[in-house]
């Protein structure tokens, strides 16, 4: 069977007409409290771990020195035919950030994401304040940018070109606008654990009449994604080998939605998620890291049946003495798009600039 966020993903695909994106102007403490339990639209990547920027502003500033990360992700490669593409979800992601002084860090974080005939640009300035905390660090942060898509009718091949819908004759219809994001992340050079919500905004994706709005709400709409993450480092055998757990919870609701999936979220899509890594440091030079990713309602009966978990993945990254990380993720399937596609596969470049006295005696694990 495959999986609601399976099912989500194929159906934006075909994007609707229209999208609008509202200023939501609230505090830190009441927007990781008030979301709904509804569908996830963000894209996700295997190797979170090393791009943290791209859902967490907190983050911003942590490493203690300027550092850099692009990544690619080609989802289910191999999926469906086409001249331009198989329509399958592509991802590129950019970012860079800085501690400015003890306190203020500085970030960039740029994310691109198509999905068969739509794209979406977010490109958003990050602002994290650092303060000690117990026996670690606790940043606190904001981010505030753009956000563009727009939706290309010429990528979709039609079956019957001739009973095609007014919408698909309007052009490219596109939109650009505010984005603003929050979070928080506490860390210590063992520990870490975070939460977030990168985009605050809800907004209609396309402009309805009275009689619409019901179907609309369920349907065309984008919702605030909710993202709850932790990990550990386990020196085994000194630095030389270093166990690192992690976890990262997805969600459009909060912590009551994370075990169950009302009527409302069967209709539009996918319910919580987790991602479940574990990664060995070897030498200071080597990651080797394997993951699970799936949504809480896998291992709950619906019906009779207990639907399929999303995949199984494996990873590495080389960390070279000049500062540069190279790194590469392969994510099986285990539901049914396992029968369509070739899987999905991560390439990652970082960068450090830190001090040589750092390479030696400071290890960064996160």
Not at 17 to 24: E, F, K, N, S, Y
Not at 49 to 68: E, V
Not at 126 to 149: H, P
Not at 352 to 362: G, T
Request: proline residues 4%; aromatic residues 16%; contains cysteine.
């Amino acid at each position: 069977m495959i999986s609601n966020t399976t099912i989500h993903r194929l159906a934006i695909l075909f994007p609707l007409r229209q999208r609008g994106r509202a200023l939501l102007c609230i505090t830190l403490l009441v927007a990781l409290t008030t979301t709904a339990t509804l569908a996830q639209q963000e894209p996700q990547f295997t190797k979170y771990m090393f791009n943290t920027l791209a859902y967490n502003p907190a983050y911003t500033g942590s490493r203690g020195y300027l550092s850099l990360v692009a990544l690619h992700r080609n989802q289910w490669f191999g999926w469906g035919k086409g001249a331009e593409g198989d329509g399958h979800p592509v991802t590129q992601s950019f970012s860079i950030h800085s501690p400015l002084n003890k306190q203020v860090g500085l970030g960039l974080n740029f994310v691109a994401d198509r999905i068969g005939a739509r794209k979406t640009v977010v490109a958003n300035f990050s602002y994290a304040y650092r303060i000690a905390f117990g026996k670690g660090t606790l940043s606190l942060a904001l981010q505030a940018g753009a956000f563009s898509w727009k939706a290309d009718w010429g990528r979709l091949n039609f079956k019957d070109a001739q009973a095609l819908d007014n919408a698909f004759n309007q052009g490219t219809p596109g939109d650009i606008l505010p984005d603003f994001g929050t979070g928080f992340y506490f860390y210590t050079q063992k520990f870490y654990a975070g939460a977030s919500l990168p985009h605050l905004a809800q907004f209609s994706l396309r402009r309805v009449s009275d009689e619409e709005k019901e179907t609309i709400r369920k349907w065309a709409r984008n919702y605030r994604h909710f993202y709850l993450t932790a990990g550990g480092a386990i020196p085994l055998r000194g630095e030389s080998l270093v166990f690192r757990p992690s976890f990262l919870i997805k969600t459009v609701g909060f912590f009551p939605g994370f075990f169950k999936q009302g009527s409302l979220v069967r209709e539009i899509g996918s319910p919580t998620t987790f991602d479940l890594d574990a990664s060995f440091l070897f030498n200071k030079k080597l990651w080797l890291g394997t993951s699970f990713r799936s949504a809480f309602s896998a291992f709950i009966k619906d019906n009779g049946k207990i639907s399929s978990s999303d995949s199984a993945d494996l990873w590495a990254t080389f960390l070279l003495p000049n500062g540069l990380r190279i790194g590469f993720a392969y994510d099986f399937p285990l539901n049914q798009i396992r029968h369509y596609s070739h899987g999905s596969f991560e390439l990652m470049l970082g960068y450090d600039f830190y001090k040589e006295i750092e390479k030696i005696n400071s290890p960064r694990y996160f």
